[in-house]
Nanobody, 123 residues
Framework: QVQLVESGGGLVQPGGSLRLSCAAS????????MGWYRQAPGKERELVAS??????????NYVDSVKGRFTISRDNAKNTVYLQMNSLKPEDTAVYYC??????????????WGQGTQVTVSS
């Protein structure tokens, strides 16, 4: 009953920027943690960034290779998570997947995945 739809991927030159969006829709009661993963050809999928609810604010975390360049954020009113990617490098090339821990109207809670969006950084 829940779907995550990603957008914002594409081809960009080194040093450029992209902003990924992932919107959740369906029978959603609440969304807990959200994150972005990426998988390059022949490599294991890795967690790039996560944003988790805290007491008063969200706890964010990044893989070391993107710290200072990527920013994760969320708009709870829109059930959307974003990944702002700046100073992109060729090694950032991958399929990016969003993930969300969602409690649904069926009173179930599990991880949902977006369809993936290709990010290619090349001159």
């Amino acid at each position: 009953q829940v779907q995550l739809v990603e957008s914002g991927g594409g081809l960009v030159q080194p040093g450029g920027s992209l902003r990924l969006s992932c919107a959740a829709s369906g029978s959603i009661i609440s969304i807990n943690a959200m994150g972005w993963y990426r998988q390059a050809p022949g490599k294991e999928r890795e967690l790039v960034a996560s944003i988790n609810p805290g007491g008063r604010t969200n706890y964010v975390n990044y893989v070391d290779s993107v710290k200072g360049r990527f920013t994760i954020s969320r708009d709870n009113a829109k059930n959307t998570v974003y990944l702002q990617m700046n100073s992109l490098k060729p090694e950032d090339t991958a399929v990016y997947y969003c993930n969300a821990d969602i409690f649904t109207s069926l009173h179930t809670r599990r991880d949902y995945w977006g369809q993936g969006t290709q990010v290619t950084v090349s001159s």
